[in-house]
């Protein structure tokens, strides 16, 4: 008998028999209505009335001032961080156990990603390895925060909200504030997560979802920058769209600049997807309830619960494996039995890529990429 039958009996009783997917998008409201409506409509690019609506909804739901709507959740960090002011040269903190897009969204500016440890109980950023660093570490030159050992300016924060939880945010933007850094929340994948009632991704300076195909919900492709900065929202919306001059006819643009922005299309299917937010969010809820139930008494794993004060959109739910060798094991033997699993990102300075970045000491982080597996987590359709 699997030492992990009581995994795959809770997986079973949840979601049935047959494949099991690690989180399938669900469809089940007007998205082919809404879809044939936009074609009929001609506008099927980046101009068109779902954009407008999509950027509207999700300024609602997330009560940021503002949002801008862009081809995926990458990009719009890159945007977020360009606007931030983030430069060839500069050095931006992050955390190491992340997916590579927030430290690639970085290195497309030329800038550098310097890795702080996460904690273990949150998964994110932790706010006493950053304290500590900002002030041991960094010292003002000119105003401007500068890195004491390489000399790079400090140009920006990018805690990540892993799974969908928030961390220790509102701690996070207290130092960066504090120590004038500018604060980017990568919240692709915490759409529906609050921190005290206030969403997550509105705690700095910006904050970015992606709407990609696994994401809690799905544009196809594309992802949102939140703000509630009206100069950084102008910004970001002229940067997005080649920087030209609105002008009837004319074709003028005041800065090199990018082509971001989301398609009508992809709108269309977001606005229909976003209508059923509250219900994926409900069953996503009472899944991780059910879950963390079914695992209460487990030996050898537990299931990692999102904090207290933190109410996680519960995107994808994980086990911690006591033995880095049981969560291969599961690994290998779930996926086999039809059940996809999967682990956390290799962590980014365990990437090749990224080995020369400069970080911290990385032993949360090292420990939870060994240990941690995600279980299925979709909304049933
Ligand atoms: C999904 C994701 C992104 C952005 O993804 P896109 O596929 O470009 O929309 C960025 N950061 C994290 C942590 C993600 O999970």
Known sequence: MSEFLPIYQAVRAHYGDGFIPLHAPCFAGEEKAKLVDCIDSTFVSSVGKYVDEFEQRIAEFTDAKYAVAVVNGTMGLMLALRVAGVQAGDLVITQSLTFVATANAISMLGAEPLFLDVDKSTLGLSAGVLEHFLNTEC????????????????????????????????????????????????????????????????????????FNGNKIITTGGGGVLVTNDATLASQARHLSTTAKI???????????????????????????????LPVFLTEK?????????????????????????????????????????????????????????????????????????????????????????????????
Request: charged share 15%; net charge negative.
């Open 246 to 276: 609105p002008h009837a006819w004319e074709f003028t643009h005041d800065e090199i600049a990018y082509n971001l922005r989301m398609p009508n299309l992809n709108a269309a299917l977001g606005v229909a997807q976003i209508q059923q």
């Open 139 to 210: 010292r003002y030159r000119d105003g401007i925060l500068h890195h004491i050992d390489s000399g790079q300016r400090i140009a920006a924060c990018v805690p990540m909200h892993t799974l969908g939880m928030t961390g220790e945010i509102r701690k996070i933007a207290e130092l960066c504030q504090a120590y004038g850094v500018k604060l980017i929340e990568d919240a692709a994948e915490s759409l529906g997560s609050f921190v005290q009632g206030q969403h997550s991704g509105t705690f700095g300076d910006m904050g970015v979802f992606s």
């Open 285 to 381: 809820r009472q899944l991780a309830a059910f879950y963390q139930q079914a695992f209460a008494d487990a030996e050898g794993f537990s299931f990692v619960r999102a904090p207290a004060d933190n109410a996680s959109n519960a995107w994808l739910n994980a086990l911690c494996f006591e033995m880095p060798e049981q969560a291969q094991r599961f690994l290998a033997e779930s996926n086999g039995q039809g059940i996809q699993t999967r682990p956390l990102w290799t962590p980014m300075h365990q990437l090749e890529i990224y080995q020369s970045c400069l970080r911290g000491a990385l032993p949360n982080t090292e420990f939870l990429a060994a240990r941690l597996v995600n279980i299925p987590s979709g909304v049933r359709s």
